[in-house]
């Protein structure tokens, strides 16, 4: 099983608003990522958890906090975000980054729209 | 630095046809290549991976892809192209180099066509 799921499917939210994104996964992956896809683009890594510790942060601005409660979930919290912010918002997990072939699977993403 | 470029933003083919996706790596020790495809709103699937060993892999829904030193290269392929192969499919590179990130190519999305 490689499956990771992400909830919500969709979210609208203010420029006001606080909401969080979920990513989950039971395959014991060690490592949880956090991408940001916007339309016609590659995904772009935000975050990097290793044994839920926060190894990779690649200079995403403070509205977006990111949250490791376990090594099955990983939160990525969102505060006055702005309209450029709308995205898919992608989850991957993998087992181990310290080991060579190590291999990310992806969830099915969260589609944010900022109005 | 390592990075992959895929050539053509865009392939059409015909239902039946041939499918070739191209991508080529620049990494200056030895990668580990990855295809993954994303349909419409959905996330990316990993279609197959190089990491070491066999250079012709063989990934899920009847693509395969082969590793050629000596071109970087790490085409994609498939013999006969179904109305469903239509998605963005995105060439990926990680290197064996302490905690190596992937790195994507802009991707390539693939029409088929009746």
């Known amino acids: 099983d490689t499956e990771v799921t992400q909830t919500p499917k969709h979210l609208v939210m203010g420029m006001t608003n606080k909401k969080s994104l979920k990513c989950e996964q039971h395959?014991?992956?060690?490592?949880m990522y956090w991408y940001k896809q916007k339309a016609k683009k590659p995904p772009e890594l935000m975050f990097v958890?290793?044994?839920?510790?926060?190894?990779i942060n690649e200079s995403v601005p403070s509205r977006f906090s990111p949250e490791c409660p376990n090594s099955s979930l990983l939160n990525l919290h969102l505060h006055a975000l702005q309209p450029e912010d709308s995205a898919l918002y992608l989850c991957?997990?993998?087992?181990?980054?310290?080991?060579?072939?190590?291999?990310?699977?992806f969830g099915p993403g969260t589609r944010l729209t900022v109005l | 630095a390592q990075s992959v470029t895929q050539l053509g933003s865009h392939v059409s083919v015909s239902e039946g046809a041939l499918v070739l996706l191209r991508c080529n790596y620049s990494?200056?020790?030895?990668?580990?290549l990855f295809w993954y495809v994303q349909y419409p709103n959905q996330g990316l699937q990993l279609l197959l991976k190089?990491?070491?060993?066999?250079?012709l892999v063989k990934g899920i829904n009847g693509f395969e892809a082969e590793f050629k030193k000596s071109e970087t290269s790490f085409h994609l392929t498939k013999p006969s192209a179904h109305m469903s192969d239509a998605a963005e499919y995105f060439c990926a590179v990680r290197v064996n180099s302490g905690y190596s990130t992937l790195t994507f190519g802009k991707g390539t999305m693939l029409l088929v066509s009746p």
């Open positions: 958890y290793s044994y839920e510790k926060l190894s």
């Open positions: 990494s200056s020790v030895p990668p580990y």
């Open positions: 190089y990491t070491t060993g066999a250079t």
């Open positions: 991957a997990s993998s087992q181990d980054r310290d080991v060579s072939t190590d291999t990310q699977y």
């Open positions: 395959m014991g992956h060690r490592a």
